[in-house]
Every structure is written in structure tokens, then in C-alpha cells.
């Protein structure tokens, strides 16, 4: 199994990420990408792939980090994204939920940045992976608009949410889905309409991802601990069950998947 996104690159793995990473493949897990949402938090993603072999990173800033950014922010993406191990720009986007550690930043901020990156990736010829929450509209709007940019496939939504009509226009925009542990979550998430669970049965198989999103996200029946890489089994045996399918059959169109998206 992938994990196509996770941040072990946070302060929350400062001291444990080496016995994290090892005990993650040790379980099967066979490629880890790292995001990261700041200038520095990328940095740190490209520097931990550059350690271990099977690990890549997205270089990128986090809507929330729109109303944060240093002059000169740009080319210090750039410089980072142009690294061999860099697999794509993420993660970028919008998101209109309010945090209790994070306001909603101002809207036309993180659109311009958002904008910015989908330039700076379509440069640089790296696919984008996107982050939505309760923007899925606004986000659409973007890549619409903004097509000529979009590579083929242009990447991927993570942690996708939103309703069956959104996926419907994001798998028609050519993106690949990403499925993290809140799958296994009953119930409606704040804000949203659809459960998870109805995405996951609708995405077509050879377009799904899987994910952590690790140290958020913990999977049922480990959630309440810190998540890690290696949940993403539990997140692939989830997906398998729900769509009827056996485990290897999808660990091996998931890891097709990839491939397809990041040539990894
Ligand atoms: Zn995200
Ligand atoms: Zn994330």
C-alpha cells in the first residue's frame, strides 16, 4: 500500500518519525509521501525524502497559510519543488471551515494563492494535489478556468469530501480521489451533506488513492491514538470490504494509481 499523503514532516513526529517510517514499511507499506503546507514544512519534506529512498515529498502552501506568506515565498517554492524527489505542488486549495485554531482566511487570498501554484506547477510539469474543505465549488470554478494548466491526469484531490455532483466534475476534470481514515467515521462530517462512505462506493476504482493524512485522521478502531503511515492498510482493507473487492486486487490498482499520477 501508498501513502500518497501524510506529514510526518510536523512537529508531531519530531522524535519518533524514524521508528514511524520503518515500522511503516515493515507493515507493507511500500512508499510514503510527505506534504508539506509552509515554505519550511516543505523544506522538511524534501529533506526526510532525501534520507530514505521510498519516500517522496509535495511542496506547497496550505490555504490557511495564504495570509502568512514572506515576500519571496515564490521562488523559494520554486527552488524546492525543482528537487528530484518532489512528486507534485500540494497541498493547495481552499477551505472555508472554521477551525478553533484557524479563522477562515480572507477568501480572494486564498484563491490568489492557490491560483499562483497551479501556474507555478503547470512550469515546473508537476501534477497538483488539492486540498478542499466546503470549497468544493470555488475550487472547481479555479480549475475550470484555469484548464490549459492542468497536466494529464492533473493530479488529485486529497482527503476528498463534498458531494456525489463535485466528485462527478472532479473525476471529469481527470483527478484521481484520495481516501483517508474519516471513511471510516460514521456519520455526516460538519458541514457536509454526503457521508464519505457514498464517495467511496461512487469513485471508480482505477481513480482512487489512499491516505493518511497522518498525524490527523486516525482510522476506526485506532482513532484517538496519533494516526500513522501504516493505518493505511486499514484504510485499504476499509475500502476493499465496502466496494466488494479483494485486499490485493485493490493494493495493486491503488499502487497503479500512483503511478499513474506521480510517476513514483
Ligand atoms: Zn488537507
Ligand atoms: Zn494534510
Known amino acids: 500500500m501508498i501513502d500518497v499523503h501524510c506529514h510526518l514532516n510536523f512537529h508531531a513526529f519530531e522524535k519518533d518519525y524514524d521508528e514511524v517510517i520503518k515500522s511503516a514499511f515493515k507493515a507493507g507499506v511500500t512508499k510514503i509521501i510527505n506534504v508539506g503546507t509552509k515554505i519550511d514544512s516543505s523544506f522538511r519534506a524534501v ?14 502552501v496550505h490555504p490557511h497559510h495564504a495570509d502568512k506568506l514572506e515576500a519571496g515565498w515564490e521562488l523559494e ?17 481552499i477551505d472555508y471551515f472554521r477551525y478553533k485554531s484557524n479563522s477562515i482566511v480572507d477568501p480572494k487570498l ?6 499562483k501554484q497551479i501556474i507555478l506547477a503547470n512550469k515546473l510539469k508537476l501534477p497538483l494535489q488539492i486540498h478542499n474543505r466546503l470549497a468544493g465549488k470555488d475550487i472547481l470554478d479555479i480549475l475550470e478556468n484555469h484548464k490549459p494548466y492542468l497536466l494529464n491526469p492533473p493530479g488529485m484531490f486529497h482527503c476528498m469530501s463534498g458531494d456525489l ?100
Open 165 to 264: 455532483d463535485s466528485l462527478k466534475k472532479v473525476l471529469d476534470l481527470g483527478f484521481y480521489i484520495g481516501f483517508d481514515g474519516n471513511i471510516t467515521y460514521s456519520g455526516l462530517a460538519p458541514g457536509e451533506t454526503v457521508e464519505l462512505k457514498e464517495l467511496v462506493s461512487y469513485a471508480p476504482l482505477d481513480r482512487i488513492v489512499t491516505e493518511t493524512d497522518s498525524p490527523f485522521l486516525t482510522p476506526e478502531p485506532m482513532r484517538g491514538v496519533k494516526n500513522r503511515p501504516e493505518y493505511v492498510i486499514i484504510i485499504g482493507e476499509f475500502i476493499s470490504k465496502l466496494r466488494g473487492i479483494n485486499f490485493d486486487k485493490l493494493r495493486n490498482q491503488t499502487t497503479k494509481n500512483v503511478k499513474k499520477i506521480f510517476s513514483i
Open 77 to 93: 517554492l520554486e527552488k524546492l519543488a525543482k528537487n528530484p524527489k518532489v512528486v507534485a505542488i500540494g497541498e493547495i486549495g
Open 47 to 60: 529533506e526526510m525524502a532525501q534520507k530514505y529512498p521510498q519516500l517522496y515529498a509535495i511542496v506547497g
Open 110 to 115: 486564498q484563491k490568489e494563492t492557490f491560483i
